[in-house]
């Protein structure tokens, strides 16, 4: 079965903190994205990768940066975590293409106190 | 970013009960999938349409997207308890797998 892992279903972290979310995809897709997810507002994207080393902006991307450096791992990094960066953190994987099924992990919910 | 209005945000009804979610945006879209998210997980695709006036039937529930690709809708006959979840209607737009907006859900809880 294909999965999408991610590594902590639940973290705390400090405000001004360094935090590193990571996930992995066995299905060797080209596509990784990251969401973040809140009561009221749904899902919200805040970056994307299509290739290797490549990234793109989504909706949300200030406050957060990440790092692909190889194609099964997709990293979400908070320079400086904030109480308005707790959320359900959600990655997922596709194939590149129109129409194509974006698959989830079971996300991590990050509380920053 | 295109918007997809979704209503109702919450649904609460008895088991055997029919119910209709729906999904809206003046916006066309190239496809439009739906997802099921229980808590504590992450969305799950139930299906995909691609064609305005298409209906795909997946055993209880039927999802019908618009003739004019601009809208969708999700019915679930003689809801059972084990449907209760968070339905997520996701248009993808510009012909990019990379656009897909996410509407914001229906909670439908079924009681016993």
């Known amino acids: 079965d294909v999965k999408v892992t991610q590594s902590s279903r639940y973290l705390v972290k400090r405000t001004g903190e360094k935090v590193f979310l990571e996930c992995v995809q066995d299905?060797?897709?080209?596509?990784m994205f990251w969401y973040r997810q809140d009561p009221g507002l749904g899902l919200r994207l805040i970056y994307f990768s299509y290739d290797v080393k490549m990234k793109e902006k989504g909706d949300i991307p200030e406050g957060y940066s990440v790092s692909r450096e190889k194609k099964e791992r997709f990293s979400l990094i908070l320079e400086s975590a904030s109480t308005n960066q707790t959320s359900m953190y959600l990655c997922a994987s596709s194939l590149p293409g129109t129409g194509t099924r974006r698959t989830f992990g079971s996300g991590t919910r990050l509380t920053v106190v | 970013t295109q918007l997809l209005e979704q209503s109702p945000q919450f649904l609460s009804i008895q088991e055997g009960e029919n119910l209709t979610v729906y999904c809206n945006s003046s916006s066309v879209f190239s496809s439009l999938q739906w997802y099921r998210q229980e808590p504590g997980e992450g969305p799950v695709l139930l299906v995909t349409?691609?064609?305005?006036?298409e209906v795909k039937k997946l055993k209880r529930l039927t999802f019908q997207f618009g003739d004019a690709r601009k809208d969708s809708s999700l019915h679930i006959t003689a809801a059972q308890p084990g449907d209760t979840g968070l339905y997520l209607c996701?248009?993808?737009?510009?012909?990019?797998?990379?656009?897909?907006?996410f509407g914001k859900g229906t909670l439908l809880t079924v009681n016993p």
């Open positions: 349409v691609v064609t305005g006036g």
């Open positions: 996701a248009g993808e737009w510009g012909g990019s797998n990379y656009k897909l907006t």
């Open positions: 299905m060797d897709h080209e596509n």
